[in-house]
């Protein structure tokens, strides 16, 4: 087959060629001329935008018998042999496939000896990101002190793959995605050589669809010229790159603006027989509105449009959109394309979604339009007849901060939070005894257990930071770490309920239950026993103290409870 695809026999062969990269080719040219190469080089960008080709060039430039220059001569023998692949000193490695320890092994033991061709021996290694980290490992060494006369050149389009131990042994150069005019140009240049005819507007579309990648973009025109008869024509370049056209979107968004939903169901129906994809279809929508509003932002950035031509259609649209219908179509638009990744009827979500933006334009216009200029008014009128008779009240005196006052004193109400029931609290604490609290601290973990059990887990999540501190034998005082877990727990009728039957059915008892946060516990406790009226019972029912402090205890034995006092 003697056909070659037009990015293989186009490729680059100087620098000069390597388009959209001049920070890069400028540096490598100036480091040859001063004879300062550097042992290992890392290539790193997108796809298709030159990196291993201008591997291939550095290899040559410092191989050619007339270096040190600035561009390989292509004319000597080692030029020559570079380029068709017959010099053995110039190792081209794919790292997909060769990954792994041992091909990283056979490469340090071989750059050790001489080249046997030229000057010196380079090893291009691209998508270097696909080593294995062991291979990565075997690399490093040699990476880091190569013999004088080997190179290493790693090309990827994954840098954030590479170990840092590697990038920080190499010289790193970053390709950038090539301008559309500059993939233009290039395609026009290829054209010109080739005598082959081209509408200038199916260039640029397919510049657009090649998303700065040159070797994309080539592919995309060798397929047009093969598809095409005499003349590659837009439609031509609407077909290869399954792009929908301009005028398509042109009218589409008249049709949205012109709140026509009848004629924008109709060109999708046409847009969908055409065969085009329709999740194709809504991206190039929402770069059209993108790109729509671009141009209203920043008219002069031409260059900075994705995929519309600045035709007089496209012009006259962005005209009559505003800044925040855009917004909205985009915002509705990308809401579609995700919901249409997860259905298996997409064109339901396309129809719905003209529609929503149509009914959404309408909304949006009439308010502008005035539409409702009679609301508008009547809700004006209200407003001046409320403000004359608050004007009448002032002037008879009458004051309206009387009906402020009921909003005042509920406010200062939230702000003091859950206050707990200090006179039931209070009666039950002259009543606790310490064998009802230890009946009740005996059967709670049970109660909490069988809550989780039943499904109740709400009703058990209330009380992980409660413990009961005090119970008579008709009431519990339960305390809350938190004040509005009280709160929650004692406004929560089913809580109540659901406790009180628990218990019921462990103990044989119907309780009351009282609770309070552990702040105002501490509070109401120490009042409590600073009463010297109820000291005793205070003792008696509130006695964890003694019962769980065993020094207490022993105190108690030793010297009487008569002779003890116990403090906090």
């Known amino acids: 087959m003697n056909y070659q695809a037009l990015y293989r026999v186009w490729r680059p062969q100087q620098f000069i060629d390597v388009v959209g990269q001049e920070h890069v080719t400028k540096t490598l040219q100036n480091a040859l001329l001063q004879q300062k190469i550097s042992h290992a080089y890392l290539f790193s960008g997108p796809r298709g935008t030159g990196k291993t080709s201008a591997a291939k060039i550095l290899a040559k430039a410092v191989n050619c018998e007339r270096a040190p220059i600035s561009e390989p001569c292509n004319e000597c023998d080692a030029c020559r042999g570079i380029t068709d692949g017959t010099i053995p000193d110039v190792i081209e490695i794919d790292a997909a496939s060769n990954n792994g320890v041992e091909e990283i092994r056979d490469i340090r033991d071989k750059v050790k000896f001489a080249p046997s061709s030229v000057p010196y021996k380079v090893y291009i290694i691209d998508e270097v990101h696909m080593l294995s980290i062991g291979a990565f490992n075997a690399l490093l060494k040699t990476l880091e002190e190569p013999p004088k006369h080997v190179i290493f050149i790693l090309a990827t389009t994954e840098p954030h793959k590479i170990p840092l131990t590697i990038i920080s042994r190499c010289q790193r150069f970053d390709f950038r995605r090539i301008t559309s005019q500059a993939i233009v140009n290039r395609m026009r240049l290829i054209m010109d050589e080739s005598a082959i005819s081209c509408e200038e507007k199916a260039l640029q579309m397919i510049a657009r669809a090649a998303d700065g990648g040159m070797r994309d973009a080539l592919s995309l025109l060798d397929q047009a010229i093969s598809y095409s008869n005499e003349i590659v024509t837009v439609e ?14 042109n009218t589409l968004s008249r049709a949205i603006l012109d709140r026509d939903t009848v004629k924008g169901l109709q060109s999708l129906d046409e ?33 900075s449009l994705e995929r519309v031509l600045l035709d007089d259609d496209f012009k006259d649209l962005a005209e009559e959109h505003t800044h925040e219908q855009i917004y909205e179509l985009i915002n509705l638009l990308n809401k579609t394309q995700q919901d249409m990744r997860w259905t298996n009827h997409p064109r339901i979500f396309l129809e719905v979604a003209i529609v929503k933006l149509c009914q959404l334009e309408t909304a949006k216009t009439s308010g502008q339009l005035g539409v409702n200029i009679p609301e508008i008014q009547s809700l004006l009128n209200k407003l001046t007849t409320l403000e004359e008779e608050l004007t009448s009240l002032k002037q008879k005196g009458v004051a309206v901060v009387a009906e402020a006052q009921p909003t005042q004193k509920k406010a200062r109400t939230n702000r003091k939070g859950f206050q707990a029931p200090l006179g039931k609290i209070t009666e039950t604490l002259k009543n606790a005894t310490k064998q009802e609290l230890q009946t009740v ?16 887990r709400s009703q058990a999540a209330l009380l992980n930071e409660a413990e009961p501190v005090a119970a008579s034998t008709d009431s519990i005082i339960i305390k809350f770490k938190y004040e509005i877990h009280c709160q929650m727990a004692l406004d929560n009728v089913k809580f109540i309920e659901t406790i ?3 218990l019921y059915q462990l103990i044989g008892k119907r309780y009351n239950l009282l609770g309070v946060p552990e702040e105002q516990w501490l509070n109401i406790r120490e009042e409590f026993l600073n009463s010297s009226h109820h000291l005793d019972s205070a003792d008696e029912g509130d006695g964890e103290e003694r019962q769980d402090n065993p020094v207490v205890s022993e105190a108690i034995k030793l010297f009487g409870e008569e002779l003890l006092e116990v403090k906090d």
């Not at 055409?274 to 141009?295: H, P, Q, T, V, W």
């Open 236 to 249: 031509d370049a609407l077909t290869v790159t399954g792009a929908v056209s301009q005028n398509f979107l």
């Open 271 to 303: 847009l969908l027989l055409a065969g085009k994809d329709s999740n194709r279809f809504i991206e190039d929508f929402i770069f059209f509105y993108r790109d729509m509003l671009l141009y209203k932002t920043a008219p002069n950035l031409e260059e």
């Open 441 to 456: 601290k005996s059967n709670w973990g049970v109660m909490l257990n069988s809550l989780v059990q039943n499904q109740m």
């Open 500 to 502: 009180t039957n628990s």
